[in-house]
């Protein structure tokens, strides 16, 4: 689906930007196994598993809600050190500090080395952040927004920028990711100009 997504495993990601979400849905919908997705209990919009259907399987989400962003960054740790969370997003509405990103990294190692002892695979992190995001420490950041339509007229498909802001091991850049009816995706290189705002 998304061939310029590539994640490395047992490490945490962050994913920002409007479509931060629907980001994390459709990684969701390549994996297999439970995935745990945290948010804050304060939030009075809830996420709606229902609508993730055609992205993912909303029977493997497990929803934890926290009353303190200290909560938050808790169960996502406990939850990756477990190795048996294939995938564990956390909504956060600010960017931690360096300290939390450092122990969900040493968490998610730990969940590598359990789940590969019982044959699973290595958990994956996701942090979501609203606006440009800026967690310290995060392997990379991906950041995600509606496109505009190129016709005036309805169309059955949807678009979206998807850029690469920082990756320990590749430089930003940028995709054009467009779902054309019928559930088909197109990736078109982006040439970079200004990073998202």
């Not at 690469?164 to 091991?169: I, K, P, T």
């Amino acid at each position: 689906m998304l061939g310029a997504l590539s994640l490395r495993r047992g490490r945490v990601h962050e994913l920002c930007g409007p479509s931060r979400v629907m980001l994390a849905a459709r990684i969701m919908g390549q994996g297999q196994g439970p995935v745990v997705w945290i948010r804050p209990g304060w939030w009075p919009e809830r996420l709606n598993a229902a609508g993730l259907q055609s992205l993912a399987d909303p029977a493997r989400l497990i929803f934890a809600h926290a009353a303190r962003d200290e909560g938050l960054l808790w169960a996502a740790e406990e939850a990756l050190r477990s190795g048996v969370v294939p995938l564990v997003v956390a909504e956060l509405q600010a960017p931690p500090r360096l300290t939390p990103i450092r122990r969900l990294h040493l968490a998610a190692e730990a969940g590598a080395a359990a789940a590969q002892r019982d044959g699973g695979a290595a958990p994956l992190g996701l942090v979501l952040l609203p606006g440009a995001g800026g967690a310290q420490g995060v392997e990379s950041r991906w950041h995600m927004t509606p496109a505009p339509s190129p016709s005036l007229l309805w169309s059955d498909s949807a678009r979206w920028t998807l850029t690469r802001l920082r990756a320990r091991l590749a430089p930003p850049a940028r995709w054009q990711v467009e779902r054309i009816n019928g559930g088909a995706e197109a990736l078109t290189p982006q040439p970079m100009d200004d990073p998202p705002a």
